[in-house]
């Protein structure tokens, strides 16, 4: 079993900046991708970023050009740098490992992210 311990979240300003950061409870040695998800209520869930741990990355199309995740393999962690935050961009973020090797999928408890105007 692995635990997703997620911080970072908060109140920023419309055109400010938030990082937020993932910690895995263990290694993970097989093939998995890392990443980032944000729910509104009432909507379903959806990607914002992933990264697999070979480094390859991909970006939902709202978010591309502002935000950027990267992954530390040794540290087991995955983080998400928010610029340019828009009134569209509040919600709760999760974050979400898939073991690729046993298809398994792992989630954190979510942080909210909230941007006033």
């Known amino acids: 079993q692995v635990q997703l311990v997620e911080s970072g979240g908060g109140l920023v300003q419309a055109g400010g900046s938030l990082r937020l950061s993932c910690a895995a409870s263990?290694?993970?040695?097989?093939?998995?991708?890392m990443g980032w998800y944000r729910q509104v209520p009432g909507k379903q869930r959806e990607l914002v970023a992933r990264?697999?741990?070979?480094?390859?990355?991909r970006l939902a199309d709202s978010v591309k050009g502002r935000f950027t995740i990267s992954r530390d393999n040794a540290k087991n962690t995955v983080d998400l740098q928010m610029n340019s935050l828009k009134p569209e961009d509040p919600c709760v973020y999760y974050c979400?490992?898939?073991?690729?090797?046993?298809?398994?999928?792992?989630w954190g408890q979510g942080t909210q992210v909230t941007v006033s105007s």
């Open positions: 263990r290694s993970i040695f097989n093939t998995n991708a």
């Open positions: 990264i697999t741990s070979t480094g390859i990355t």
């Open positions: 979400r490992l898939h073991d690729l090797t046993t298809t398994k999928i792992y």
